[in-house]
């Protein structure tokens, strides 16, 4: 009489066992690796506001005084802005070069040949943070993630009232005039990209090329732009409205990161600022002359 011969192959049961604990090691995998990811990205994103930082310090060191936000006057929307002007600071001088008309309303616009040819259709890696999503708002014309500090006021005023800003339009000012500390007043933070049309993070357009402390970071409350053509509250967008007058145009801090937005400060330090910084020292950080007494941890 023959013996039976052993099994030796998964019952569906062990299968399903198998399945079942492989799953569970991929579903708690996967946040961890969403972390890292995000990490890495985080300190790219600070890495590129410290070499902004620098070349701002090296246009300082070369003309006196930080670049302006944009040339002001009649030329304040559309024809060029302090993306263009840091350009031979970050080893972008053969694009920089390419530019014509800055703050000249007699040349071409930054949505004319041969700007769209040559310069505002490229995605500049340094002016991108690796933790959003690149979009290009109309044409192949891009958006970036980081802006000045035009003060807590609004984009469109920009002046010296208030506490001043160390960015403005047709102005700025130099290190030694920031008077509340280099170190207490942000020269550059993080803005999201806009999607589809949204002009967020157009900064190659005056009004987008700077933020305002006005509300905290990545607050709730919405960017304001001009017109709805260009304002998409449609989400991943955060919130937008058309200005008005007792509201007009602004821009507030904003990044894809959890809990915070990148910041670099007129010393060239880089810090993360916490949402829940109180808006009175967001306020603060924004004015350079504003005599303030700032102290938080960041």
């Known amino acids: ?29 996967l ?28 246009y300082h060191d070369t003309n006196q005084v930080l670049p302006w936000g944009t040339p002001g006057g009649s030329a304040q929307c559309c024809w060029g802005t302090w993306q263009v002007l840091i350009m031979p600071y970050i080893e972008q001088a053969n694009l920089g070069n390419r530019y014509q008309a800055w703050g000249n309303v ?16 490229q995605r500049l890696k340094m002016l991108t943070c690796p933790s959003d999503i690149p979009n290009s708002p109309f044409g192949n014309l891009t958006n970036h993630n980081y ?28 290190l030694p005039t920031i008077f509340d500390g280099t170190s207490n007043t942000i020269m550059l933070a993080e803005v999201i990209q806009g999607q589809r049309r949204d002009l967020r993070g157009f900064g190659w357009w005056g009004d987008a090329s700077g ?17 709805s053509y260009y304002c998409d509250s449609r989400l991943p ?43 009175t020292i967001w306020r603060a950080l924004g004015t350079p002359q504003g005599g303030e007494a700032v102290s938080f941890n960041y």
């Not at 052993?6 to 991929?26: D, G, S, Y």
């Open 1 to 29: 009489m023959r013996k039976p011969v052993a099994r030796t192959a998964f019952t569906l049961i062990e299968l399903l066992v198998v399945i079942a604990i492989i799953a569970i090691l991929i579903g708690l995998l």
């Open 31 to 58: 946040p961890a690796v969403q972390k890292v990811r995000e990490a890495a990205a985080r300190m790219q994103c600070s890495n590129n506001l410290k070499q902004l930082g620098i070349a701002m310090h090296n």
């Open 106 to 121: 007699n040349g071409p616009r930054y949505s004319s040949a041969p700007n769209t040819t040559y310069v505002t259709n």
């Open 147 to 174: 802006a000045v500090n035009y003060g807590r006021i609004a984009v469109y005023t920009a002046t010296s009232g208030a506490g001043g800003s160390p960015f403005g339009h047709g102005r700025s000012l130099t």
């Open 211 to 227: 933020f305002t402390t006005l509300a905290g970071p990545n607050t709730s409350l919405p960017d304001r732009i001009y017109t």
């Open 237 to 279: 967008n955060p919130p937008c409205a058309v200005s008005t007058g007792s509201a007009p145009t602004n821009f507030f801090a904003r990044s894809r990161h959890t809990q915070g937005v990148n910041a670099v400060m007129c010393d060239g330090s880089v810090h993360f600022v916490n949402n829940s910084v109180t808006v």
